[in-house]
């Protein structure tokens, strides 16, 4: 008997076997999670210490209930997301359509401005602006074939360098884990609503949980057998980000608490000088190795995930509605990550916003791509709620009591959130 299958034949779905397919859902996570999501929480760190724990943990949850349904509509309907919002209507993959190549301009320019700060700070003869493109030029080649395996592979390396970095950092700081534990009930700080909010929704991800289905189908999960490994492989992930996340916290709450850091992906380097002054050189390049991981799995992983998107988004939307519904033959499977839309995308992420990287505000950039982000998390969450309820779905996998619970407190915290950065974009 062979270790992925049992006596009579069939799959072995257990611990073991679902934990050595795992990397999808560490792809999708550590998109998600770039250096503003750890800048958020080692500000709120700094500033209320251990307090908003409680908010980490339960941002945590909810992006796994939300990645798990993303994984659940792909493999329980056998079709793809793109295909669910179709179904809605014409206004759905419009807004998607318009939004993602609004979306696309500006994390282009955001991910390799956040990817060439670590390596001027390695490599000062090159400015921010060069060092980035070099790194989204860099990640066009290596998507450009579309190889999942071989993304998969470096993506879990980088990953492994980021948990050594930003584990090992909170490590060296030394956490307090009487005060961590007791942050698990919540509690609200005056002035610390935004932070929580922030916390909330920042563990990891916004159009690229979306992403998660297509990197599902590449690992070759095309049917509901395989739901129980992507539960296993998405837990894995989101767990994962979420102790990043919590290292953070632990980071801010120990070195800087009731000091000023800047808001954005400035106050990793920042913290990177902290490190150095207060423990040596040693501690501060391999945290900038790290923030270098951290910002490059961000970058290759939406050149490749988002471009799979649009590739279905623009092959959905060429075809007659009946047929955009149907699930996604083998060979259409393989020909996507081909396609000309494809590639065409990944060229849009990587050379025209290398316009933007001259007006050198790489952090003003980092904001306008916070607020379209905004937008998408309350659509992604309402229209699952939906499909996933609807006779769209297969009965056997349609939402029970507690995904239909953590999806609608998605909707409503993204809404909120989306409301929030809106006010205070245009305030």
């Known amino acids: 008997m062979s270790a992925e299958t049992t006596v009579d034949g069939s799959e072995n779905t257990g611990w073991a076997s679902r934990l050595r397919r795992v990397g999808p859902g560490v792809m999708a996570a550590a998109t998600g999670v770039g250096a503003g999501d750890l800048v958020a929480t080692l500000v709120a760190g700094s500033r209320f210490g251990y307090t908003l724990f409680w908010a980490v943990l339960l941002g945590t949850v909810f992006k796994l209930g939300l990645g798990e349904a993303v994984g659940r509509w792909h493999l329980g309907s056998q079709r793809t997301i793109l295909a669910g919002w179709r179904s809605l209507g014409s206004w759905a993959t419009t807004f998607f359509g318009a939004y993602i190549v609004i979306w696309g301009f500006v994390y282009g320019a955001t991910a390799m401005s956040a990817t060439g700060l670590p390596l001027n700070a390695l490599f000062p003869w090159l400015s921010v602006r060069y060092w980035g493109m070099i790194c989204g030029v860099l990640g066009l080649a290596l998507v450009w074939y579309g190889r999942y395996r071989l993304l998969e592979r470096l993506m879990t390396l980088l990953v492994g360098v980021m948990f050594v970095a930003v584990v090992g950092t909170a490590v060296l700081v030394g956490p ?4 961590l534990g007791g942050a698990v009930a919540p509690r609200l700080p005056d002035g610390s609503l935004a932070y929580v909010l922030g916390l909330m929704g920042g563990v990891g991800g916004t159009i690229t ?6 990197w599902t189908m590449a690992k070759g999960w095309h049917a ?3 739901i129980p490994f992507m539960r296993t492989d998405n837990a894995v992930g989101y767990v994962t980000t979420g102790v990043f996340v919590v290292a953070m916290l632990i980071v801010g709450s120990e070195l800087l608490l009731g000091q000023g850091i800047t808001e954005g992906d400035q106050g990793l380097l920042e913290l990177g000088g902290r490190l150095a002054a207060e423990y040596g050189q040693w501690a501060r390049l391999p945290f900038l190795i790290g923030f270098l991981a951290v910002t490059f799995t961000s970058l290759l992983g939406v050149w490749n995930g988002v471009s799979l998107l649009f590739a279905d988004w623009w092959r959905t939307w060429r075809l007659p509605r009946a047929e955009s519904l149907d699930s996604l033959q083998d060979h259409e499977r393989v020909a996507l990550p081909r396609s000309t839309a494809y590639r065409g ?14 007006l050198d505000q790489p952090f003003q950039l980092t904001i306008a791509y916070g607020v379209l982000g905004a937008l998408f998390m309350p ?19 349609r939402s029970r009591w507690a995904s239909n619970t953590v999806l609608t407190l998605c909707l409503v915290l993204f809404g909120v959130l989306a409301v929030h950065k809106l006010l205070g974009y245009f305030g």
Request: proline fraction near 9%.
């Open 224 to 226: 509901p057998r395989w």
């Open 209 to 214: 949980m979306a992403a998660y289905g297509y």
């Open 176 to 179: 307090d884990l009487t005060a």
């Open 379 to 397: 659509f992604l969450a309402g229209t699952l709620l939906f499909l996933l309820n609807s006779r769209r779905m297969p009965a056997a996998h």
């Open 345 to 358: 995308y990944v060229v849009w992420l990587t050379i025209p916003p290398m316009a933007l990287l001259f």
